[in-house]
T-cell receptor, first 115, second 110 residues
Framework: NAGVMQNPRHLVRRRGQEARLRCSPM?????VYWYRQLPEEGLKFMVY????????ESGMPKERFSAEFPKEGPSILRIQQVVRGDSAAYFC?????????????FGPGTRLTVL | GQQLNQSPQSMFIQEGEDVSMNCTSS?????WLWYKQEPGEGPVLLIA?????ELTSNGRLTAQFGITRKDSFLNISASIPSDVGIYFC??????????FGTGTRLTIIP
């Protein structure tokens, strides 16, 4: 039973380019969460999605960031016109249910470096 | 918003020693989770707590849900080299999102 898959594991972008991060949840999981982790810091919630729905995007920056979880395929976190401050590790987690089921299983992360 | 203070920030201990760390919140939670993160990897769930006062073990790890619902504790007994990593607490109230602590970095001195 494969765990949460994220790709790419490492991504290098120049300022102004776009970054696309992908997350495939565990089999049977329909809820996806994205987190950002800066060096030496904890994880900061960004967005919570179900299939075709954004449930909570209270942690998403107002501009340049967007997320989707289509009916088919992985969840995508998209960062447009990246800046150096976007450099971080981005983790995806999935759970079989939101709401009362609290345990989230994390992927290995995508490390984004903006030059 | 909710804040989680995790302490200590780092620990340097000798192999075989016991480890204690804790997490305190500015507001109550009804779920506490403890994760471990190793370099280059995502956090791995260690223990989940759902009830105030609950004490749960996972091998050499024991975690407790504080009775005030504003704190939680993690103990590791007889530490071994593979315990090295960063330990994060996370809390949640109702259907709200998880809030993570800033982590405790554990180093084992040979």
């Amino acid at each position: 039973n494969a765990g949460v898959m994220q790709n790419p594991r490492h991504l290098v972008r120049r300022r102004g380019q776009e970054a696309r991060l992908r997350c495939s949840p565990m089999k049977g999981h329909s809820h996806v969460y994205w987190y950002r982790q800066l060096p030496e810091e904890g994880l900061k919630f960004m967005v919570y999605l179900q299939k075709e729905n954004i449930i909570d995007e209270s942690g998403m920056p107002k501009e340049r960031f967007s997320a989707e979880f289509p009916k088919e395929g992985p969840s995508i976190l998209r960062i447009q016109q990246v800046v150096r401050g976007d450099s971080a590790a981005y983790f995806c987690a999935s759970s079989p249910q939101g709401g009362d089921y609290n345990e989230q299983f994390f992927g290995p992360g995508t490390r984004l470096t903006v030059l | 918003g909710q804040q989680l203070n995790q302490s200590p920030q780092s620990m340097f201990i000798q192999e075989g020693e016991d480890v204690s760390m804790n997490c305190t919140s500015s507001s109550i939670f009804n779920t506490w989770l403890w994760y471990k993160q190793e370099p280059g990897e995502g956090p791995v769930l260690l223990i989940a707590l759902y009830k105030a006062g609950e004490l749960t073990s996972n091998g050499r790890l024991t975690a407790q849900f504080g009775i005030t619902r504003k704190d939680s504790f993690l103990n590791i007994s007889a530490s071994i080299p593979s315990d090295v990593g960063i330990y994060f607490c996370a809390g949640r109230f109702g259907n709200e999102k998880l809030t993570f602590g800033t982590g405790t970095r554990l180093t084992i001195i040979p």
